[in-house]
């Protein structure tokens, strides 16, 4: 992979956040200096990654109680929500774990269930699996959800940048129009630029394909410190 890829952001429903100098990897909570964008999605740049999540927590969290959210929120059943997520996608090659520390859960779209090769639009067949994932983001509404696309080194940077945006915010318009508020999820598209396997350059590696949604719950508390922030 070339030392020059470069880092788009792209989010969905609302602008970028004030760019810091450093950002934090929402999966490592590693702090690295921000990259410079290409030259899509307006000339924005990629925003801090704050909190483990695009454009920070606090604003989204309390952009989620504005929207309504469930019950009183006084917990969150992750635990739960992780076996009902196996046991819908089992078969499917969707791999379902905690990441953040056990704070969060990732569920990861590999490539074969996701798009065709050099496509963005949403197959038969992916629908059904994301009308699944849908559902339970329905059930367990009390959360904050992100999207992320990456692809392989197969092809120029810029063009898998940009696909992995469109990938990426597919799947968020998708999830939407299912029912999960608009409130509650963001996209982004990193391209080739977060590998699970690390290879070279035009190396064609379906693992390296894949569309993750990433699922951070939150509960009364967090609400209240949200919004005592946000004064």
Excluded at 22 to 30: A, F, I, K, L
Aim: a neutral charge; one cysteine or more; glycine letters at 14%.
């Amino acid at each position: 992979m070339k030392n020059s890829r470069i880092l788009t952001a792209s989010l969905a429903a609302v602008s970028l956040l004030t760019v810091s100098a450093c950002v934090t990897d929402p999966n490592t909570g590693e702090r690295k200096v921000s990259r410079t964008v290409l030259g899509g999605a307006g000339g924005a740049v990629a925003g801090g990654l704050l909190g483990g999540l695009i454009g920070g927590k606090t604003g989204r969290i309390i952009g989620a109680a504005a929207g309504g959210i469930g019950g009183g929120v006084i917990g969150y059943k992750m635990d739960q929500q992780i076996k009902e997520l196996e046991e819908q996608t089992a078969g499917t090659g969707v791999d379902v774990s905690e990441t953040d520390g056990g704070e969060a859960i990732l569920v990861n779209l590999p490539d074969g269930v996701t798009f065709s090769t050099g496509s963005y639009t949403i197959s038969p067949g992916f629908r059904d699996l994301l009308d699944r994932v849908a559902g339970s983001l329905r059930q367990y509404p009390n959360s904050l959800i992100d999207v992320y696309g990456h692809t392989d080194t197969t092809g120029s940077a810029t063009t898998n940048q940009r696909l992995s945006e469109q990938r990426a915010q597919a799947v968020a318009n998708y999830l939407i129009s299912q029912g999960v508020s608009s409130s509650r999820v963001r996209w982004m598209g990193f391209g080739e630029t977060r590998l699970k396997v690390s290879t070279g350059d035009n190396v064609n590696e379906p693992l390296n394909r894949r569309v993750e949604i990433k699922i951070v719950p939150f509960d009364q508390r967090d609400i209240e410190a949200a919004q005592s922030q946000g004064m």
